[in-house]
């Protein structure tokens, strides 16, 4: 790397002297200048004078400038002065470390202008020279002929000495060099300072006071500088303080880095658990956290350097907890620490199990180590301190390792939460966090709460120790329900269509209950559950939900289709029925529905009848004969290949299969069983006799060999990073100690012989490595007892052939790596092992099959997510959630996950995967993207929401839970009220205004709505009230219109309508918005509202093409007298239209209508109560205007009084279908009519008028 050269400006002052500093880049600490000294810039009383600040600090942020490097030298380069045209060294400025003398020393030497060689130096404290700031500085009055040096530890002046010479160089054109390494070249010839003699760069932060050229300098003015210097740390807090959790097993380990380095305090917490012990040893240190400086250096990480490390000690006498830090001695970091002169280590016995949660607080404050241990069971605390006055280096930017950062044999399977570190600590707090949902713990995790807190209103659950939320609310921290989100629940409208409660259908307009058992474990006929709306046009049933005791995960069951019958009071199975017109007419069955007791069995070609009687369907899977009990269907007699227990037919399954290998990890015994391999860590076992190696499960065909004392078994191939020892039959976890070699074993005579070679070196081992040298896309090749070289691994995605030991692309769906083998024996995985064959059993390579017809394709390594099935097809398997994975029907499902929230088992999966249900739903199931936009078209489905889409198929166990059939959605009720229909309202005044209906703000009313909530408890419909009555347009002049708009159905799943609601106040003082634009809400009503009109009033409504239902009641819109203005209230696709208790005053409205673009639904309301306009004119404008008129109009109290209308109507109906409008009490006073009609009729539309007043009216046409 290049030197950087910076030119440091020289500042020439008359009086007083520059306090600038400059701050050298700790990235490439190099600084440069030229420095021309000529006679004439100095008189009487002139000088020039520049300073060095410095502050070592070894483990700090240090980046090597040239190649002399702090390991490199003890002492370290400061500042130097150089001949421009000599290349001579002038002035030498470093420190030196002498260890062995424990000295610390300052040293300046230079070459005055008088040739001669002046040396000083100053003893620094051992203790006093890291972290503390140092200055030097330099001041000549060449006039005078004297020079000043000065040497400053923090405050305290250390070296001041006075010398009489001109200058402290030999050169006047000089270089002067700021930080960087050194080496004392064969040219220069300085007095006590050896040729070749290296000194590095200094391991700290360097500042610059510049040079200053100036008049009248004091012999004490030095001190101006020290008192203007700051000298403390800034520490700069760690943003990211939390590292993930983590289950560490095995060789697994991390690290956490600090953002930022501290100043001189850190502090550590985390809880730790050992879940699990391996060891082939009784007695064992395991080293588990690491606490060092962020250096990838052996030395500058070493343990005497490390801040913090942790280790346990197992012993079948005591376990112990060890315990190192370090205290430097002397601060030097390039020492032999082989005899470890700056460690601690201490031993803290435990007198507890050592897998209990222990909560683990470590840290340095002020020179003071502290740690603090503290082990929990139940209610006992096991507490182990300790505290170390220790001398660490400081500004250390700290890396945290922890697991088996050793990669130890012998271990521990480590758990790691909350684990934070921080850099810039006042205090080490011992105490620990419970999680949010304990009141007290023996553990960080919501299953180690000892108690919950009253206040909080959870229930403690003690077989998992934990605490949990009642089913009403959600858990948001604190058990939170409708009323902690400032819902309200609304009563259920009376006039509202009554749907049918779950277990009954549509019949008849009415509610019928459907032929369904319903249990906690059974539910039979979901086709009827799940479909009330259209089930009376099937009648049939052939879905059932079956859950057994055990938790697992639940089944649908589907039988063949059973038709039903009406008797007249319910519905029973049609025995002779085959299709829906059946059940229209069946004389027979309807007498047969009037027995008391029916046979239930399974109809099969085999056995149609029992004891000559006709019989129901069997619903359980499997059974040959079913009865039925007072709650449920149980089985008699099961089908061959089935066992009943407890009512149920249970499928056996037979690992062993004539003629088929076995399945790892299961292998074939000496008897031709299939067996679980027990040897951890082990791939292929296999069976054999010790001292007749002729008799072993790996030879092709093997004959049925005898047990006896010399039976064994042993392993042909161990997981990577394993080897098997024949001598104590286990995987050692150890590297081949062969050369060049990456597979081995050792044998029966404990010698370790090589199965793969890395290089392409046969002598090694009969297998090597990379083969492409031989075969194309080889990953691994073997040369055969007669000489052959065959592939016996390929590449990823390609075939290993047994036939040409060739490769070729692998056909098999998601596979990663295959190989030919014979299709009946499954064998394709022995071609892994044939090195192992042929020197374990005296050169045997097991032999290919004559058949072609016998060989093919076989998976060894499906992708991720996948399996091989029957070793032949590459499945999609289970998620990694799932406890029990099975194979049925040539895929996998998951027959049992892990407990849910309320720690009870998830009851439903799909291909493989644990199906999350809302919170009140105990089994549910996907639904296809039709079913999807057939609720909610809007949701937008992301991996966090998904689940809100499933249907749900059997509630949660509490009694208050129901389940919607017509959306199959769960819901909450108290009695008969239930939470699927709530209110939020919004209060606000003009402060807030602008934060509540603006998106970019953190108060916008969307956000504090709680959507999890929403979709947790299936919200059907929202109401969002706004109450203006605080507000008061006059004190907002900067807010001239409003936007409202709303997403809660991308949002929330089960929504199917918003409605908006805006209450003002009729109050003149306190006036209403005059322009909104309200969109996505199927219902809007602007109640006791003022609008007074300036210039413009305009409100839109929208909601993406679907009809909205509009309500404006108790609501005055005013202007100035016969001000004209833009007017524009849009109504487009309206299911309903409500105008109630308004009034007009003052308008004046030219070309327009009070409501424009009203198109109407097929079915819509219209409905005008108590409608007044006054003091008003109407120029070229139809009042109301009602085109394609589908329905009926009911227009109740309208009066107009003291308005003037010019080519203008009051009402304008057409219809092409035949529309009423009932007309009930109008007055039409003190009006004139100019070209102008009160109602204007086209097409088939009766209007029917009664109590109709006119008083004062001119008619001119």
């Given at each position: 790397?290049?030197?950087?050269?910076?030119?440091?400006?020289?500042?020439?002052?008359?009086?007083?002297?520059?306090?600038?500093?400059?701050?050298?880049?700790?990235?490439?600490?190099?600084?440069?200048?030229?420095?021309?000294?000529?006679?004439?810039?100095?008189?009487?009383?002139?000088?020039?004078?520049?300073?060095?600040?410095?502050?070592?600090?070894?483990?700090?942020?240090?980046?090597?400038?040239?190649?002399?490097?702090?390991?490199?030298?003890?002492?370290?380069?400061?500042?130097?002065?150089?001949?421009?045209?000599?290349?001579?060294?002038?002035?030498?400025?470093?420190?030196?470390?002498?260890?062995?003398?424990?000295?610390?020393?300052?040293?300046?030497?230079?070459?005055?202008?008088?040739?001669?060689?002046?040396?000083?130096?100053?003893?620094?404290?051992?203790?006093?020279?890291?972290?503390?700031?140092?200055?030097?500085?330099?001041?000549?009055?060449?006039?005078?002929?004297?020079?000043?040096?000065?040497?400053?530890?923090?405050?305290?002046?250390?070296?001041?000495?006075?010398?009489?010479?001109?200058?402290?160089?030999?050169?006047?054109?000089?270089?002067?060099?700021?930080?960087?390494?050194?080496?004392?070249?064969?040219?220069?010839?300085?007095?006590?300072?050896?040729?070749?003699?290296?000194?590095?760069?200094?391991?700290?932060?360097?500042?610059?006071?510049?040079?200053?050229?100036?008049?009248?300098?004091?012999?004490?003015?030095?001190?101006?500088?020290?008192?203007?210097?700051?000298?403390?740390?800034?520490?700069?807090?760690?943003?990211?303080?939390?590292?993930?959790?983590?289950?560490?097993?095995?060789?697994?380990?991390?690290?956490?880095?600090?953002?930022?380095?501290?100043?001189?305090?850190?502090?550590?917490?985390?809880?730790?658990?050992?879940?699990?012990?391996?060891?082939?040893?009784?007695?064992?240190?395991?080293?588990?956290?690491?606490?060092?400086?962020?250096?990838?250096?052996?030395?500058?990480?070493?343990?005497?350097?490390?801040?913090?490390?942790?280790?346990?000690?197992?012993?079948?006498?005591?376990?112990?907890?060890?315990?190192?830090?370090?205290?430097?001695?002397?601060?030097?970091?390039?020492?032999?620490?082989?005899?470890?002169?700056?460690?601690?280590?201490?031993?803290?016995?435990?007198?507890?199990?050592?897998?209990?949660?222990?909560?683990?607080?470590?840290?340095?404050?002020?020179?003071?180590?502290?740690?603090?241990?503290?082990?929990?069971?139940?209610?006992?605390?096991?507490?182990?301190?300790?505290?170390?006055?220790?001398?660490?280096?400081?500004?250390?930017?700290?890396?945290?390792?922890?697991?088996?950062?050793?990669?130890?044999?012998?271990?521990?399977?480590?758990?790691?939460?909350?684990?934070?570190?921080?850099?810039?600590?006042?205090?080490?707090?011992?105490?620990?966090?419970?999680?949010?949902?304990?009141?007290?713990?023996?553990?960080?995790?919501?299953?180690?709460?000892?108690?919950?807190?009253?206040?909080?209103?959870?229930?403690?659950?003690?077989?998992?120790?934990?605490?949990?939320?009642?089913?009403?609310?959600?858990?948001?921290?604190?058990?939170?329900?409708?009323?902690?989100?400032?819902?309200?629940?609304?009563?259920?409208?009376?006039?509202?269509?009554?749907?049918?409660?779950?277990?009954?259908?549509?019949?008849?307009?009415?509610?019928?209950?459907?032929?369904?058992?319903?249990?906690?474990?059974?539910?039979?006929?979901?086709?009827?559950?799940?479909?009330?709306?259209?089930?009376?046009?099937?009648?049939?049933?052939?879905?059932?939900?079956?859950?057994?005791?055990?938790?697992?995960?639940?089944?649908?069951?589907?039988?063949?289709?059973?038709?039903?019958?009406?008797?007249?009071?319910?519905?029973?199975?049609?025995?002779?029925?085959?299709?829906?017109?059946?059940?229209?007419?069946?004389?027979?069955?309807?007498?047969?529905?009037?027995?008391?007791?029916?046979?239930?069995?399974?109809?099969?070609?085999?056995?149609?009848?029992?004891?000559?009687?006709?019989?129901?369907?069997?619903?359980?899977?499997?059974?040959?004969?079913?009865?039925?009990?007072?709650?449920?269907?149980?089985?008699?007699?099961?089908?061959?290949?089935?066992?009943?227990?407890?009512?149920?037919?249970?499928?056996?399954?037979?690992?062993?299969?004539?003629?088929?290998?076995?399945?790892?990890?299961?292998?074939?015994?000496?008897?031709?069983?299939?067996?679980?391999?027990?040897?951890?860590?082990?791939?292929y076992c296999f069976e054999y006799i010790s001292n007749d190696l002729t008799k072993s499960t790996l030879y092709l065909n093997f004959n049925q060999f005898d047990m006896n004392e010399y039976h064994k078994i042993g392993c042909a191939q161990c997981e990577d990073n394993f080897i098997f020892d024949f001598q104590i039959g286990k995987c050692?976890?150890?590297?081949?100690?062969?050369?060049?070699?990456?597979?081995?074993?050792?044998?029966?005579?404990?010698?370790?012989?090589?199965?793969?070679?890395?290089?392409?070196?046969?002598?090694?081992?009969?297998?090597?490595?990379?083969?492409?040298?031989?075969?194309?896309?080889?990953?691994?090749?073997?040369?055969?007892?007669?000489?052959?070289?065959?592939?016996?691994?390929?590449?990823?995605?390609?075939?290993?052939?047994?036939?040409?030991?060739?490769?070729?692309?692998?056909?098999?769906?998601?596979?990663?790596?295959?190989?030919?083998?014979?299709?009946?024996?499954?064998?394709?995985?022995?071609?892994?092992?044939?090195?192992?064959?042929?020197?374990?059993?005296?050169?045997?390579?097991?032999?290919?099959?004559?058949?072609?017809?016998?060989?093919?394709?076989?998976?060894?390594?499906?992708?991720?997510?996948?399996?091989?099935?029957?070793?032949?097809?590459?499945?999609?398997?289970?998620?990694?959630?799932?406890?029990?994975?099975?194979?049925?029907?040539?895929?996998?499902?998951?027959?049992?996950?892990?407990?849910?929230?309320?720690?009870?088992?998830?009851?439903?999966?799909?291909?493989?995967?644990?199906?999350?249900?809302?919170?009140?739903?105990?089994?549910?199931?996907?639904?296809?993207?039709?079913?999807?936009?057939?609720?909610?078209?809007?949701?937008?489905?992301?991996?966090?929401?998904?689940?809100?889409?499933?249907?749900?198929?059997?509630?949660?166990?509490?009694?208050?839970?129901?389940?919607?059939?017509?959306?199959?959605?769960?819901?909450?009720?108290?009695?008969?009220?239930?939470?699927?229909?709530?209110?939020?309202?919004?209060?606000?005044?003009?402060?807030?205004?602008?934060?509540?209906?603006?998106?970019?703000?953190?108060?916008?009313?969307?956000?504090?709505?709680?959507?999890?909530?929403?979709?947790?408890?299936?919200?059907?419909?929202?109401?969002?009230?706004?109450?203006?009555?605080?507000?008061?347009?006059?004190?907002?002049?900067?807010?001239?219109?409003?936007?409202?708009?709303?997403?809660?159905?991308?949002?929330?799943?089960?929504?199917?309508?918003?409605?908006?609601?805006?209450?003002?106040?009729?109050?003149?003082?306190?006036?209403?918005?005059?322009?909104?634009?309200?969109?996505?809400?199927?219902?809007?009503?602007?109640?006791?509202?003022?609008?007074?009109?300036?210039?413009?009033?305009?409100?839109?409504?929208?909601?993406?093409?679907?009809?909205?239902?509009?309500?404006?009641?108790?609501?005055?819109?005013?202007?100035?007298?016969?001000?004209?203005?833009?007017?524009?209230?849009?109504?487009?696709?309206?299911?309903?239209?409500?105008?109630?208790?308004?009034?007009?005053?003052?308008?004046?409205?030219?070309?327009?209508?009070?409501?424009?673009?009203?198109?109407?639904?097929?079915?819509?309301?219209?409905?005008?109560?108590?409608?007044?306009?006054?003091?008003?004119?109407?120029?070229?404008?139809?009042?109301?205007?009602?085109?394609?008129?589908?329905?009926?109009?009911?227009?109740?109290?309208?009066?107009?009084?003291?308005?003037?209308?010019?080519?203008?109507?009051?009402?304008?109906?057409?219809?092409?279908?035949?529309?009423?409008?009932?007309?009930?009490?109008?007055?039409?006073?003190?009006?004139?009519?100019?070209?102008?009609?009160?109602?204007?009729?086209?097409?088939?539309?009766?209007?029917?008028?009664?109590?109709?007043?006119?008083?004062?009216?001119?008619?001119?046409?």
């Open positions: 790397m290049s030197q950087l050269h910076i030119v440091i400006l020289i500042v020439k002052f008359i009086q007083g002297e520059s306090q600038v500093r400059i701050s050298m880049n700790q990235d490439y600490q190099l600084m440069t200048n030229s420095f021309l000294i000529n006679s004439q810039d100095y008189q009487a009383n002139s000088y020039f004078s520049y300073g060095i600040w410095s502050r070592y600090t070894p483990l700090g942020r240090n980046n090597q400038v040239g190649t002399i490097g702090i390991l490199d030298s003890s002492c370290f380069h400061l500042h130097n002065a150089m001949g421009q045209s000599t290349k001579l060294l002038n002035f030498i400025l470093f420190d030196c470390l002498e260890y062995p003398a424990q000295i610390i020393k300052r040293q300046i030497l230079f070459k005055a202008s008088d040739e001669n060689w002046y040396s000083y130096e100053a003893i620094i404290n051992n203790f006093m020279y890291e972290y503390t700031w140092h200055y030097f500085e330099i001041t000549s009055w060449p006039f005078e002929k004297k020079l000043q040096l000065i040497f400053i530890q923090d405050k305290k002046t250390v070296l001041n000495k006075i010398i009489d010479v001109r200058i402290p160089y030999s050169d006047i054109d000089l270089q002067l060099t700021f930080g960087g390494g050194l080496l004392i070249d064969q040219y220069q010839d300085i007095p006590n300072l050896e040729k070749g003699t290296k000194f590095s760069f200094f391991p700290g932060k360097m500042e610059l006071q510049p040079i200053y050229i100036g008049m009248y300098k004091k012999l004490s003015d030095y001190l101006l500088v020290t008192k203007l210097f700051t000298v403390e740390c800034q520490c700069q807090f760690n943003s990211v303080r939390y590292a993930n959790d983590k289950d560490l097993k095995f060789l697994e380990s991390y690290s956490f880095t600090s953002q930022y380095p501290n100043c001189e305090n850190f502090g550590l917490a985390t809880w730790i658990r050992i879940t699990n012990i391996k060891s082939d040893i009784s007695e064992f240190t395991y080293n588990v956290m690491k606490l060092s400086a962020t250096f990838s250096n052996s030395q500058l990480a070493n343990e005497n350097l490390a801040a913090f490390q942790l280790s346990y000690f197992l012993s079948p006498l005591r376990n112990k907890i060890l315990i190192s830090t370090y205290s430097y001695t002397f601060p030097l970091v390039n020492l032999d620490f082989s005899d470890n002169p700056f460690l601690i280590q201490r031993e803290i016995d435990l007198y507890n199990d050592i897998k209990l949660w222990h909560y683990l607080a470590v840290g340095v404050i002020n020179n003071e180590f502290t740690i603090f241990i503290t082990f929990y069971e139940d209610f006992l605390e096991y507490y182990y301190e300790m505290y170390e006055s220790v001398n660490h280096f400081h500004m250390v930017r700290y890396q945290l390792e922890y697991g088996n950062i050793k990669k130890q044999s012998n271990y521990f399977d480590v758990q790691f939460k909350n684990l934070n570190f921080d850099n810039c600590p006042f205090y080490i707090d011992y105490f620990n966090f419970c999680h949010f949902s304990c009141e007290r713990c023996d553990g960080p995790t919501d299953t180690d709460c000892l108690s919950c807190s009253e206040s909080s209103n959870r229930i403690y659950i003690r077989e998992y120790k934990t605490c949990i939320c009642p089913y009403d609310t959600i858990d948001d921290y604190q058990c939170r329900g409708f009323e902690q989100y400032k819902f309200s629940l609304n009563q259920i409208d009376a006039n509202q269509s009554v749907e049918c409660l779950f277990g009954y259908f549509e019949f008849e307009d009415q509610c019928t209950k459907c032929p369904s058992i319903i249990q906690d474990n059974f539910l039979t006929c979901l086709d009827c559950l799940f479909n009330p709306n259209t089930w009376s046009k099937i009648l049939s049933c052939e879905i059932n939900l079956y859950l057994n005791d055990e938790g697992q995960t639940s089944k649908i069951i589907n039988q063949e289709k059973q038709y039903f019958i009406s008797d007249g009071n319910e519905f029973k199975p049609c025995l002779k029925c085959k299709n829906y017109e059946d059940t229209n007419n069946s004389f027979e069955d309807s007498k047969q529905t009037i027995k008391e007791f029916q046979y239930f069995c399974l109809k099969n070609s085999i056995d149609l009848f029992v004891q000559n009687k006709d019989c129901f369907q069997c619903y359980i899977q499997d059974c040959k004969l079913c009865r039925i009990t007072l709650f449920k269907q149980e089985c008699i007699i099961c089908w061959q290949g089935s066992k009943l227990i407890n009512g149920e037919c249970q499928m056996q399954v037979f690992i062993l299969q004539p003629k088929i290998n076995c399945v790892q990890p299961y292998y074939l015994d000496y008897q031709k069983n299939c067996k679980l391999c027990t040897i951890e860590n082990c791939k050692l976890q150890k590297q081949p100690s062969i050369e060049n070699c990456l597979r081995s074993f050792i044998n029966l005579q404990n010698i370790e012989v090589c199965t793969l070679s890395k290089y392409d070196n046969f002598s090694i081992a009969p297998a090597i490595s990379n083969c492409l040298n031989y075969i194309q896309n080889c990953k691994q090749c073997i040369l055969t007892p007669e000489k052959e070289i065959k592939c016996v691994l390929c590449n990823d995605g390609f075939t290993a052939s047994i036939q040409t030991g060739q490769c070729y692309l692998c056909s098999i769906l998601n596979s990663k790596t295959c190989i030919e083998g014979q299709a009946a024996l499954k064998d394709g995985w022995v071609q892994q092992i044939q090195s192992f064959l042929m020197q374990f059993l005296n050169n045997y390579f097991y032999p290919t099959t004559k058949n072609f017809n016998k060989i093919a394709e076989l998976p060894q390594e499906c992708q991720n997510g996948f399996k091989p099935i029957f070793t032949i097809y590459c499945h999609q398997y289970c998620e990694p959630r799932c406890l029990s994975c099975i194979e049925h029907n040539q895929q996998f499902f998951c027959n049992q996950c892990p407990l849910n929230y309320y720690k009870q088992p998830i009851r439903s999966s799909e291909k493989g995967k644990c199906l999350q249900c809302s919170q009140l739903c105990l089994v549910c199931q996907s639904r296809t993207p039709e079913e999807i936009n057939n609720i909610n078209p809007s949701f937008k489905i992301t991996d966090s929401n998904s689940f809100y889409t499933h249907k749900c198929l059997q509630k949660a166990n509490d009694q208050n839970i129901v389940i919607d059939p017509y959306t199959n959605l769960a819901k909450y009720c108290y009695q008969t009220q239930c939470i699927d229909t709530i209110t939020f309202k919004i209060d606000f005044d003009y402060n807030s205004f602008i934060e509540i209906f603006s998106k970019e703000f953190y108060n916008y009313y969307e956000n504090l709505i709680n959507i999890i909530y929403c979709n947790e408890f299936g919200i059907k419909e929202l109401f969002i009230q706004v109450d203006f009555k605080k507000f008061n347009m006059r004190e907002c002049n900067l807010i001239q219109r409003i936007l409202i708009e709303n997403n809660f159905k991308q949002k929330i799943f089960s929504l199917q309508k918003t409605h908006l609601q805006l209450i003002g106040t009729s109050d003149e003082q306190k006036q209403f918005i005059s322009y909104l634009e309200i969109q996505n809400f199927d219902s809007v009503e602007i109640n006791s509202a003022y609008f007074k009109i300036q210039e413009e009033f305009f409100i839109s409504l929208t909601n993406d093409r679907n009809p909205i239902e509009f309500a404006i009641m108790n609501t005055i819109i005013n202007s100035k007298q016969f001000n004209q203005f833009e007017y524009s209230l849009k109504l487009n696709n309206y299911k309903k239209l409500t105008i109630k208790n308004v009034t007009y005053d003052g308008l004046l409205i030219i070309n327009q209508s009070l409501f424009d673009y009203l198109t109407l639904e097929f079915d819509s309301q219209i409905l005008i109560e108590n409608l007044i306009i006054q003091n008003s004119q109407f120029n070229y404008s139809n009042l109301f205007t009602f085109p394609n008129l589908k329905t009926t109009i009911k227009i109740d109290h309208l009066k107009i009084n003291n308005c003037f209308f010019q080519n203008s109507a009051v009402f304008s109906f057409s219809s092409y279908l035949t529309a009423n409008v009932d007309i009930i009490q109008m007055q039409v006073l003190n009006t004139y009519f100019v070209f102008s009609t009160l109602i204007y009729i086209s097409g088939k539309v009766k209007i029917t008028l009664s109590l109709l007043n006119i008083r004062n009216i001119l008619n001119l046409t």
